[in-house]
C-alpha cells in the first residue's frame, strides 16, 4: 500500500513558477508520475519518471518548462513548473505505477488527493 500526498499547488500569475511535492509513505520504488485534469477535461499525462529516476518522459504542452524528479532517499517526488500558463490551470495529481514507465492513468494504481494550480493570465 502506498500513501501519496501532494503540495504545493496555488494561484500564480502567467510566466511564474511553482514547485509541486509528492510525499509517498509505504513502498515507494515505483514508477512516479503527475496528471492533471481541468474543469469540463478528462485527466491527462504531464510528466513521468521511472524508479530509480534515471528516464523521464513530458507531454509535448509541458516539454521545457516542466521538470520531474524524485528523492528516494526522502521519498519524495517534484514537479518544477516554469512559464506557467493559462492553460497550465488543473488539479494535479502524483500517482505510482508498477510499470517500468507509464503514460497511461490506468497503468497507475496509487493516487493522491490532488493540488490546484491555477494561473491568472
Known amino acids: 500500500q502506498v500513501q501519496l500526498v501532494e503540495s504545493g499547488g496555488g494561484l500564480v500569475q502567467a510566466g511564474g513558477s511553482l514547485r509541486l511535492s509528492c510525499a509517498a509513505s509505504?513502498?515507494?520504488?515505483?514508477?512516479m508520475g503527475w496528471f492533471r485534469q481541468a474543469p469540463g477535461h478528462e485527466r491527462e499525462f504531464v510528466a513521468v519518471?521511472?524508479?530509480?529516476?534515471?528516464?523521464?518522459s513530458y507531454a509535448d504542452s509541458v516539454k521545457g518548462r516542466f521538470t520531474i524528479s524524485r528523492d528516494n532517499a526522502k521519498n519524495m517526488v517534484y514537479l518544477q513548473m516554469n512559464s506557467l500558463q493559462a492553460e497550465d490551470t488543473a488539479v494535479y495529481y502524483c500517482?505510482?505505477?508498477?510499470?517500468?514507465?507509464?503514460?497511461?492513468?490506468?497503468?497507475?494504481?496509487?493516487w493522491g488527493q490532488g493540488t490546484q494550480v491555477t494561473v491568472s493570465s
Open positions: 509505504g513502498r515507494t520504488f515505483y514508477t
Open positions: 500517482a505510482a505505477s508498477p510499470r517500468f514507465k507509464a503514460f497511461n492513468s490506468n497503468d497507475y494504481i496509487y
Open positions: 519518471i521511472t524508479s530509480s529516476g534515471v528516464s523521464t
